[in-house]
């Protein structure tokens, strides 16, 4: 209890800073985007690859081939979920699509990745990795399709490979193949891909802090039925979803916690930049992404303190 106490407040220490420095416009307007350029495709992908190669062994791999179908299987039955909830409250098909994107997709990289290797330490990381492979493969597939089928702009892009194969899942594949080979990374490589993955954790707490900053000032006004149920499931319905599975699987102590953990993580932020680009309900999107950030401080203090 005490570690995840602890745990919130460093990371409330390192958001405020970025909220401070961003609300006082303390620094220039393209910092916050070259901080988000750096996680995703630099820090990021370094830390995939040290973590998972200096922690995962060849049976660990064996048990996360089991908690990898079980992820899948959350996800789906978040989609289908989502889309019966937005039925049931008879929205609009554009809302509909952001909706069930939303409904379906959490935070894995920007907001769980550090909060998670703050709250568990590097040894949370693979179990993290695990979530974000089918997260970003179902997110660029199933995720872009829903909103470009809902677009007036249909064949804009949608799935492609390419989105797929980013930085970040390459360095998950190539940890997982230095796993399986039994190979080790020369000690220099190793040292300067640690050093990489060191900056992924302050600076993607600065980035969040900087974009709550954004949000305040936009201020958020009435919140409707529709955001209430998407909070309940970023927050209660998704985590329970995924405490259920793996009490079914078999899978406990570290792993359940780590995984459950990372399932009660905030609306995915590429959400609302998707739905820009497909011009399906960008203000809806960026309003739930928004809205469901602010509302994990209070949520991930308790899952800290209940899991950490």
């Known amino acids: 209890m005490l570690r ?37 495709q630099i820090a990021a992908p370094c830390l995939a690859v040290v973590s998972i190669s200096d922690r995962f062994t060849r049976e660990m791999l064996g048990e996360s081939a089991w908690n990898l179908l079980l992820v899948v299987i959350m996800y789906v039955i978040l989609y289908f979920l989502g889309g019966l909830l937005a039925k049931i409250m008879k929205l609009p098909p554009k809302k509909t699509a952001v909706f069930r994107v939303t409904f379906m997709f959490n ?30 493969t179902l997110f660029w597939s199933i995720g872009a399709y829903t909103l470009e089928k809902a677009s007036d702009h249909v064949g804009k892009g949608g799935f492609s490979l390419k989105k797929i194969i980013s930085p970040g899942f390459i360095g998950v594949i190539i940890g997982v193949v230095l796993v399986l080979t039994g190979l080790e990374l020369p000690e220099v490589l190793h040292s300067a891909l640690s050093y990489l993955g060191d900056v992924c954790v302050p600076l993607s707490l600065l980035f969040i802090g900087a974009s709550l900053a954004a949000s305040v000032r936009k201020g958020f006004g009435r919140i409707t039925i529709d955001q209430l149920v998407i909070m309940a499931g970023k927050f209660i319905i998704s985590p329970l979803i995924m405490c259920l599975l793996l009490r079914a699987g078999g899978v406990d102590g570290f792993a359940f916690n780590v995984l459950v953990f990372t399932a009660a993580m905030p609306c995915h932020a590429q959400t609302a930049i998707m739905a820009g680009f497909y011009d399906v309900e960008p203000e809806y999107a960026s309003r739930l992404v928004s809205l469901s950030t602010i509302l994990s401080l209070i949520a991930i203090p308790v899952y800290a303190g209940l899991l950490g």
Do not use: C, M
């Open 107 to 136: 935070n894995t990289i920007f907001i769980g990745l550090p909060i998670n290797q703050i709250v568990f330490g590097n040894d949370g990381l693979p179990y993290l990795f695990t979530v974000f492979i089918v997260s970003i």
């Open 4 to 40: 995840g106490l602890t745990s919130v407040a460093i990371i409330f220490i390192l958001l405020a800073v970025g909220f401070f420095f961003a609300w006082k416009k303390r620094w220039p307007e393209e910092t916050t985007r070259v901080f988000s350029v750096v996680v995703v």
